[in-house]
């Protein structure tokens, strides 16, 4: 099966696609985790993409994402299908994957702005052990210090809040057009917070109807 996953930044993509990987045994391609693996890395192309796009709020052009995603989809893993999350994001890139791939559904997953804002700029996460914290939804018991080291809470340059809405932004202008342009085979999930990440999956494994 080949998955495109589409949502707002924030949407919850990356926790679904990985339980529909799982579920489905296709590997999950996230473009996103790609490109910070490649900053972390200090890859030419990761430091240029973080440094110059989206870093600052601003989708990587498409030529970049491009490359990078072709690479990924030619590895033998990926012969039986796959999820995409966060590629294609223009109609640039999804006329490119239709050249060599049939897609056999595209799930939105439709989240409030308000949802994906606290989802991602409430993020925090520990200097030392790691840990992910959400000041929102799973806050640590001191405000900005770990509940298992004791050290200080950071958060990710582009968590900040004000990235986080011009994401979004950029999101509405650029993607949003890609679910006309796979009206005839999209499939809509609502989330609007109330549901646990459990029971949204078994809605999209209902939608999907598998």
């Not at 109609?91 to 994957?97: I, M, R, T």
């Not at 809040?161 to 994401?167: C, G, N, P, S, T």
């Not at 949204?200 to 494994?205: D, M």
Request: hydrophobic share 30%.
């Amino acid at each position: 099966m080949k998955l495109i996953l589409l949502g707002k930044p924030g949407a919850g993509k990356g926790t679904q696609a990985k339980k529909i990987a799982d579920y489905y045994n296709i590997p999950h391609i996230s473009t996103g985790e790609m490109f910070r693996q490649a900053y972390a890395g200090k890859t030419e192309l990761g430091v240029l993409a973080h440094d110059k796009y989206w870093g600052k709020g601003h989708l990587v052009p498409d030529d970049i994402t491009l490359k990078l995603v072709e690479e990924r989809l030619a590895k033998g893993d990926c012969k039986k299908g796959f999820i995409l999350d966060g590629f294609p994001r223009t109609l640039v890139q999804a006329k490119a994957l239709d050249k060599n791939n049939t897609i056999d559904h595209v799930l939105y997953i439709e989240t409030p702005d308000s949802l994906c804002i606290q989802r991602i700029a409430g993020r925090r996460n520990c200097s030392q052990c790691a840990k992910d914290y959400n000041i929102y939804f799973n806050p640590p018991k001191k405000d900005t210090l770990c509940d298992t080291c004791n050290q200080q809470l950071v958060q990710r340059p582009d968590d900040k809040e004000d990235i986080v809405k011009q994401r979004i932004i950029v999101y509405e202008n650029q993607t949003q057009p890609l679910i006309a342009y796979y009206q005839n085979n999209i499939v809509t999930v609502t989330d609007n917070g109330n549901d646990s990440p459990d029971k949204l999956f078994q809605k999209i494994k209902k939608a999907l109807g598998k």
